[in-house]
């Protein structure tokens, strides 16, 4: 299958720092791939320019085989971000029919994203008066109102506690199993087992394309977190006088 996103050279800049440097990657159609890195090392930053909406000073993106932020992948491409997304003073429901207008989503779709996120027997309640997890679903559901091919998720277990995360989790794999293709971030390096393809990023930069066996025979360690940080420790760090430094996030 032909890779569903395509980085190339990619170059941010802010405040006259450079916080891309030179990204390059592909993420295969289906599946979950993670892009994992400490907080600050440019994830969002490459999320938001993978969605069309951060100025970029250099490179080549594409979508679904088209150039990043297109009007034509409006409705193919769903993107949640790390802050609340939704009216917390209207219901689940009310949020939900709101979204749908906007992508014109028919609206029996509705019914369906509240039942894949779990989320039918909570669609009268406020959303600010819901859980963390509960929040973080009605932001997934929102996404999905288009039925995107492409769902890009910033960090969307933060603050979760592990039942919740693993929750999540399942509904990523079954979107997923579904066709859809999931590019999700963390900097929770214990995530990275449930992903099928990873993405290892710091300070600005991808240092490996693999996955989680590829990262465990590469080091020769099984706990994933201490694989990174063997990644790491192979990699030479950046000069803190380097004028192409920063603080990536």
Known sequence: MPDAIEVERLEVERGGRRVLRGVSLRVRAGGVTGLL???????????RAIVGVQIVAGGRIAVLGEPA??????????????????YRDLSVEENL?????????????????????????????????????QHSRVSLATALLGEPEVLVLDEPTVGLDPVLRAELWGTFRTLAAGGTTLLVSSHVMDEARECDALLLMREGEILRDTTPDGLRAETGEH???????????AEPRRASGDPRGGAPR
Do not use: H, N, W
């Open 69 to 86: 932020g297109v009007r034509s992948l409006l409705a193919r491409v769903g993107y949640v971000t790390q802050a609340p997304s939704v």
């Open 97 to 133: 029919r709101y979204f749908a207008q906007i992508v014109r989503a028919e609206p029996s779709r509705v019914d369906e994203v509240l039942e894949t996120v779990g989320l039918a027997e909570a669609r009268g309640q406020l959303v600010g008066s819901l859980s963390g997890g």
């Open 37 to 47: 890195g400490p907080s600050g090392c440019g994830k969002s930053t490459l999320m």
């Open 223 to 233: 706990d994933l977190a201490d694989a990174f940080l063997a990644v790491i420790g």
